[in-house]
């Protein structure tokens, strides 16, 4: 994967942001480009500001669906003064990019960039690409970079926040996600509206009927915003999954921004909408309810939201545990949750797929089995008892039974 990172204080992200990054994608061939957020920029203080979650909330509303953009809140969750050159260290180690990283400045800052925080380091980690952001001419920079041929498009967040401030015209600068939480949350002194209406997911009719956008609004509204961004790293790797090992990417999409949908429910209720499936609640999912999870997340996929796709379903139901019976899909699910790039405590070396590219559903075994017995290894560290079917698919790897 060829990385870009793309930083800011995304207060509030507005479509000059979106803009840039797709622009890059499209301009120098990026397969990504990694939106991080700044908990607190080195140069801009003070002004009473949203609150870090309230920023992170709107970036995460403003991309449904778009598996090419990625939000890493690691600058938010370091807290202190956001410095690039952490950022990006901290970016090589969990990513694993293919080459080096680039990092986009805009025009406005491009000419401060020699004052950031070790700047020379910066200059050999990443390449720096200058992107146009407001309408003056090209000018000149004393630091090896490349320019972006992009439009400019004159926006900025001060005008975003100095317009809502004003009571005036704002609302289409920004994306409808954003802009449904600007209203909803009442921010930058907007009179606040409440919350939408229960049960029509946010923007939804600016986005459209498409599934995928659908459910990514509905995750969001029902997960909390941190269980909400796992879910989108999960939904973007095993897209990528599917894609190296040939299956069907949107269905990967899909199968993982849903598939914590059952983590916030009550015990009673997880194990209510288990039964749905009309499997025994085995020993070990009596004592501890939360693994229910994926069965009881699978049920309301089911029944709430009419999902039938039956590898949809299997991978959502067993992405917990594993099961005896696990598809193609399944295991790519199960892989990446296990394994997505915020997860914090996995051995980078897990997350490189290079050398898997067309191996096909021999070459998913092979990694599914051993990300599978790294996490059993782990669940046994722990003292868990290991749930049934956890211990049929471990037997089935150990014997070298493929499904
Ligand atoms: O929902 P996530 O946090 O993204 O991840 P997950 O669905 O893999 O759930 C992780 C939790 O499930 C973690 O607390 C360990 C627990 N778990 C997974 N398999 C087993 C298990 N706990 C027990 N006791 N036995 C298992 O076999
Ligand atoms: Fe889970
Ligand atoms: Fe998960």
């Given amino acids: 994967m060829k990385l870009a990172v793309l930083g800011g204080s995304f207060n509030p992200v507005h479509l000059g942001h979106l803009y840039l990054a797709d622009a890059a994608i499209s301009g ?3 397969d990504r480009v990694l939106l991080v957020p700044a908990f607190r920029s080195p140069f801009k203080q003070g002004a009473a500001a949203p609150s870090p979650q309230d920023r992170l909330a709107m970036l995460a509303a403003s991309i449904p669906g778009d598996p090419r953009l990625l939000i890493d809140d690691c600058e938010i969750r370091r807290e202190g003064v956001s410095y690039t050159v952490d950022t ?69 967040s001060a005008q975003v926040r100095e317009l809502i401030a004003q009571g005036k015209h704002w609302r289409y600068l920004v994306p409808a996600g954003a802009r449904t939480i600007i209203e909803e949350r009442g921010l930058y002194g907007l009179p606040d509206s409440g919350p939408a209406e229960d049960g029509v997911p946010a923007g939804d009719f600016v986005s459209g009927p498409g599934l995928i956008i659908r459910m990514e609004a509905e995750a969001r509204r029902t997960l909390t915003l941190s269980r909400f961004l796992h879910s989108r790293q999960v939904a973007v790797m095993t897209a990528d999954l599917c894609r190296i090992f040939g299956l069907d990417s949107r269905a990967g999409y899909l ?20 039964k749905t499936d009309r499997l025994p609640i085995s020993a070990v999912e009596k004592q501890k309810p939360s693994l229910l999870h994926g069965r009881a997340g699978a049920a309301l996929l089911k029944n709430q939201y009419g999902i039938r796709d039956r590898d ?38 897990l997350r490189d797929f290079r050398g898997y590219e067309g191996t096909g559903e021999q070459g998913l075994d092979r990694l599914f089995g051993k990300i599978f017995t790294e996490t059993v290894a782990w669940l046994r560290l722990k003292k868990f008892d290991l749930y049934e079917g956890t211990l049929r698919q471990l037997e089935r790897i150990e014997r070298g039974v493929p499904r």
């Fill in 255 to 274: 199968a993982g921004i849903v598939h914590d949908i059952g983590k916030h429910l009550g015990d009673e209720e997880l194990v209510r909408l288990a």
């Fill in 312 to 349: 949809i379903l299997d991978a959502v139901r067993f992405h917990t545990t594993g099961s005896g019976s696990m598809g193609p899909l399944a295991k790519a699910l199960y892989i990446a949750d296990k394994i997505e790039s915020s997860r914090e405590g996995v051995e980078p070396g």
């Fill in 88 to 156: 990006l260290a901290d970016i090589y180690r969990r990513y694993l990019p293919e080459g080096r990283l680039a990092l986009i400045l805009g025009d406005d800052l491009a000419r401060d960039f020699p004052r950031w925080k070790k700047s020379d380091q910066i200059l050999s980690m990443a390449d720096i690409i200058i992107a146009r952001r407001t309408l003056a001419d090209t000018a000149e920079y004393p630091y090896p970079c490349r320019q972006m041929q992009n439009e400019a498009v004159g926006i900025s």
């Fill in 28 to 30: 120098f061939g990026f």
